[in-house]
Nanobody
Framework: VHLVESGGGSVQAGGSLRLSCSAP????????MAWFRQAPGKDREFVAAISFDGSSTFYVDSVKGRFTISRQEDKNTIRLQMNNLKPNDTAVYYC???????????WGQGTQVTVSS
């Protein structure tokens, strides 16, 4: 599964960005999906996740109320809406797909998000 992230960029604090993750030729029906991020000099950290059917979502405390993870109806795209961005949100954001049948993770290449104060 080749994951492709898009939507990163540079914004000022308080701004918004929307990240997308897709896998051409695949649908995410049987995959749990998540976003992680890695800031310079830091470990990769969990940001948000959504269950295979979209019924449950999970967020790290630092983004609750600001970020929203969602599945698109075509089931081919996962989005992360990021509002009220803060400089601490600056990182490379990665999409992860977990195949629930074989318990295997797939990662995208990452997309850079830079928030200036």
């Amino acid at each position: 599964v080749h994951l492709v992230e898009s939507g990163g960029g540079s914004v000022q604090a308080g701004g918004s960005l929307r990240l997308s993750c897709s896998a051409p030729g695949y649908t995410f029906n049987d995959y749990a999906m998540a976003w992680f991020r890695q800031a310079p000099g830091k470990d990769r950290e969990f940001v948000a996740a959504i269950s295979f059917d979209g019924s449950s979502t999970f967020y790290v405390d630092s983004v609750k109320g600001r970020f929203t993870i969602s599945r698109q109806e075509d089931k081919n795209t996962i989005r992360l809406q990021m509002n009220n961005l803060k400089p601490n949100d600056t990182a490379v954001y990665y999409c992860r797909a977990t195949d629930l049948h074989v318990r295997r993770d797939y990662w995208g290449q990452g997309t850079q998000v830079t928030v200036s104060s």
